[in-house]
């Protein structure tokens, strides 16, 4: 057992099962054996790679991207440029290059960053050292009620979700319990759920329904700032729209692994319900974009171009390597179709382009 799993197990074994809520919070950002809060994970070398880390066009293009949602909205000043989980700070680094070619902006920007880990904060002001002097938070609440032009990539997968099954009874919501001194999967005893009546018409006994009760909290705040003062907030993420299923994972090593074997160790994720995002954005008071595939928000905003004009001078492994992760990018049969792009922006004002059309 990891030192985690021994205290969760000390705890079960006290207390009772847990729910799958407590379990990922814990595993991600427990003070001293959380996942987050304990290595680096991104890259090669860590368990997993995201978008940023497989291209700086990925970056620059979300970076030209704000930079035209600013200019549209007629260039306020002072704004907050602001990343969810910004990681290693490469998303943030690959933005502000692109966005210094635009006269004013970077000037106009203050940078935030929403990060729990005081390991990560310490790899993003390293990454971020010669291009700005960010201001971290611990949540979206305590961002400046300022125009917030903001990214969230691959954050709203790592919040911590309740999972239940339906059944005769009611529903049974998965459980993290203790059999054999080891951590197993578990259920609790089927009842009626007036939070999920709402899922009765579209589902039957047997199905499965995710619930995130961190998301509708953040995405109002977020798309409350926007609403009263201007800006955008684009959201990228695996998942989709009106999602059911078992969607609770864990990589380790760049490879699925087993969610249980080895707590802290290992990232946990869940597919993001972009329905429910939609949802808050909108009951917040702001105007929400069509859901589009990866790929094609890329393709809209000229990443193929892109492509080749930096592929025109490669040559060899350094090309073969370029147009690998402009596949990986892009490819419906990679990450072009699995993940999906929203945005909220403010009523009256132009969406975000390559979320202009459905």
């Known amino acids: 057992?990891?030192?985690?799993?021994?205290?969760?197990?000390?705890?079960?074994?006290?207390?009772?099962?847990?729910?799958?809520?407590?379990?990922?919070?814990?595993?991600?950002?427990?003070?001293?054996?959380?996942?987050?809060?304990?290595?680096?994970?991104?890259?090669?070398?860590?368990?997993?790679?995201?978008?940023?880390?497989?291209?700086q066009m990925f970056g620059e293009i979300l970076g030209l991207c704000l930079a035209q949602a600013w200019l549209d909205q007629g260039r306020p000043a002072p704004f907050a440029l602001a990343e969810?989980?910004?990681?290693?700070?490469?998303?943030?680094?690959?933005?502000?290059?692109?966005?210094?070619?635009?006269p004013g902006l970077t000037a106009?920007?203050?940078?935030?960053?929403?990060?729990?880990?005081?390991?990560l904060r310490l790899r993003q002001a390293e990454?971020?050292?010669?291009?700005?002097?960010?201001?971290?938070?611990?949540?979206?609440?305590?961002?400046?009620?300022?125009?917030?032009?903001?990214?969230?990539n691959e954050f709203f997968d790592a919040l911590p979700i309740r999972q239940f099954q339906r059944s005769s009874a009611g529903w049974s919501e998965t459980q993290v319990a203790l059999a054999d001194g080891g951590l197993v999967l578990a259920r609790s005893t089927p009842a009626p759920a007036a939070a999920l009546d709402a899922h009765l018409p579209d589902t039957q006994p047997g199905d499965i329904v995710e619930m995130c009760p961190a998301l509708a909290p953040v995405?109002?705040?977020?798309?409350g700032r926007v609403a009263r003062h201007g800006g955008a907030a684009i959201v990228i993420d695996y998942g989709g729209w009106h999602g059911r299923g078992d969607t609770f994972q864990a990589v380790a090593r760049h490879r699925p692994v087993d969610p249980l074997a080895a707590p802290g160790e290992a990232d946990l994720s869940a597919h993001v319900d972009f329905e429910a995002l939609a949802r808050a954005f909108a009951a917040a008071g702001a105007e929400v974009t069509p859901m589009v595939p990866q790929g094609r928000f890329l393709s809209r905003l000229g990443i193929d171009a892109r492509a080749e004009r930096l592929g025109a001078a490669l040559t060899g492994d350094a090309l073969d390597a370029h147009q690998a992760a402009h596949?990986?990018?892009t490819h419906p049969r990679e990450m072009g179709e699995s993940f999906k792009v929203i945005a909220c922006h403010p009523r009256g004002a132009p969406p975000p382009p390559g979320l202009d059309t459905d």
């Open 1 to 55: 057992m990891t030192p985690l799993a021994r205290l969760l197990a000390a705890r079960i074994a006290a207390d009772g099962p847990i729910g799958l809520h407590d379990f990922m919070r814990e595993c991600l950002l427990h003070p001293v054996h959380g996942y987050y809060t304990t290595r680096p994970p991104f890259g090669r070398a860590g368990d997993f790679v995201t978008a940023p880390e497989i291209s």
């Open 84 to 102: 969810l989980g910004p990681g290693r700070g490469t998303l943030m680094a690959d933005m502000l290059r692109a966005m210094r070619h635009v």
């Open 108 to 119: 106009a920007a203050e940078v935030h960053l929403v990060e729990a880990s005081p390991a």
């Open 127 to 152: 990454t971020l050292r010669a291009q700005a002097a960010p201001h971290w938070h611990d949540s979206v609440e305590s961002l400046p009620e300022l125009p917030l032009f903001l990214v969230a």
């Open 219 to 223: 995405a109002t705040a977020l798309a």
């Open 327 to 329: 596949r990986r990018l």
